[in-house]
C-alpha cells in the first residue's frame, strides 16, 4: 500500500510542466542554454533576473534538489526544450543529505548519467562546481567543506578526461575557511546578488567557447 506521506511528485516534474509546454522551439539561429541545478540555479533568476532576461537563457533550477531528482527531471527540463548546451550544477544539496546519505561516487554517477543522456542528445555540456561552503544551516551537524572539495576534484577529472567544460566557480568565491563569505552570501550556502555578479562572467565566458 502506498504511504500518502511520500511525495507524489518526488523530482518535482509539475514544476516546470506548463512552462516547458509553452516554451516553443528553438529558432535554427538560436543557441538555447538550459541551466540546470538546485537553489544556487533557482535564486539566480530572483537575485540577479537581467542575467536571465535573454530569451536563450533559460532557468530549470529547484531549491532543494539532489542530482537523483535532477536526473529523473533532465529528460522533461533539459532534453525536449532542445538546446545547444546545458549548464549542470548539482552535488551540494547530496553532501547535506536532502535525499538521503550519498556517497561522492552516487553523486558522480548521477552527473555522468546526466552528460550521456546531453551527449546522446548532441546538447554541449558544462559541468559546474560546487560552491564552496563549510556550514548548511539547515543541517548543521554536517561538515561540507572538504567534501565539497573532494566532488570538486572529481567532477573537474571527469571534465578533463571527457572534453567537457568545467566551470570552476570555486576558486573565485572560497575564503579563507573553505567557504563562502557573507560578502558573497547571507547564509554561507547562497550567493547574494554580489555573489551572482561573480558568478556570471565566468559561465558567460565559458559558454562563448563553445563551437556552436
Same mark, same amino acid.
Given at each position: 500500500?502506498?504511504?500518502?506521506?511520500?511525495?507524489?511528485?518526488?523530482?518535482?516534474?509539475?514544476?516546470?510542466?506548463?512552462?516547458?509546454?509553452?516554451?516553443?522551439?528553438?529558432?535554427?539561429?538560436?543557441?538555447?542554454?538550459?541551466?540546470?541545478?538546485?537553489?544556487?540555479?533557482?535564486?539566480?533568476?530572483?537575485?540577479?533576473?537581467?542575467?536571465?532576461?535573454?530569451?536563450?537563457?533559460?532557468?530549470?533550477?529547484?531549491?532543494?534538489?539532489?542530482?537523483?531528482?535532477?536526473?529523473?527531471?533532465?529528460?522533461?527540463?533539459?532534453?525536449?526544450?532542445?538546446?545547444?548546451?546545458?549548464?549542470?550544477? &548539482?552535488?551540494?544539496?547530496?553532501?547535506?543529505?536532502?535525499?538521503?546519505?550519498?556517497? %561522492?561516487?552516487?553523486?558522480?554517477?548521477?552527473?555522468?548519467?546526466?552528460?550521456?543522456? &546531453?551527449? &546522446?542528445?548532441?546538447?554541449?555540456?558544462?559541468?559546474?562546481?560546487?560552491?564552496?561552503?563549510?556550514?548548511?544551516?539547515?543541517?548543521?551537524?554536517?561538515?561540507?567543506?572538504?567534501?565539497?572539495? &573532494?566532488?570538486?576534484?572529481?567532477?573537474?577529472?571527469?571534465?578533463?578526461?571527457?572534453?567537457?567544460?568545467?566551470?570552476?566557480?570555486?576558486?573565485?568565491?572560497?575564503?579563507?575557511?573553505?567557504?563562502?563569505? %557573507?560578502?558573497?552570501?547571507?547564509?554561507?550556502?547562497?550567493?547574494?546578488?554580489?555573489?551572482?555578479?561573480?558568478?556570471?562572467?565566468?559561465?558567460?565566458?565559458?559558454?562563448?567557447?563553445?563551437?556552436?
Amino acid at each position: 500500500m502506498a504511504n500518502p506521506s511520500i511525495n507524489s511528485d518526488w523530482a518535482y516534474l509539475q514544476k516546470y510542466q506548463q512552462e516547458n509546454t509553452a516554451l516553443p522551439s528553438p529558432l535554427p539561429s538560436e543557441n538555447r542554454i538550459v541551466f540546470i541545478g538546485d537553489s544556487i540555479t533557482e535564486f539566480w533568476s530572483k537575485e540577479q533576473p537581467d542575467f536571465f532576461s535573454r530569451k536563450e537563457y533559460i532557468n530549470r533550477g529547484i531549491s532543494g534538489q539532489t542530482s537523483p531528482q535532477l536526473l529523473l527531471r533532465f529528460r522533461a527540463d533539459v532534453i525536449q526544450l532542445k538546446p545547444r548546451a546545458v549548464v549542470i550544477l &548539482a552535488g551540494g544539496n547530496d553532501i547535506a543529505g536532502n535525499t538521503g546519505k550519498s556517497t %561522492l561516487k552516487m553523486i558522480m554517477d548521477n552527473i555522468v548519467s546526466m552528460v550521456e543522456l &546531453a551527449k &546522446a542528445n548532441k546538447i554541449e555540456v558544462l559541468l559546474c562546481s560546487v560552491l564552496p561552503s563549510n556550514y548548511f544551516y539547515w543541517n548543521p551537524t554536517e561538515k561540507p567543506a572538504e567534501t565539497i572539495i &573532494a566532488l570538486n576534484q572529481l567532477i573537474e577529472s571527469y571534465a578533463t578526461d571527457n572534453d567537457i567544460l568545467f566551470v570552476n566557480y570555486y576558486d573565485a568565491l572560497v575564503d579563507d575557511k573553505k567557504g563562502l563569505p %557573507l560578502d558573497y552570501s547571507e547564509d554561507n550556502v547562497h550567493p547574494n546578488k554580489k555573489g551572482y555578479l561573480v558568478m556570471e562572467p565566468i559561465i558567460t565566458n565559458a559558454i562563448s567557447t563553445l563551437a556552436f
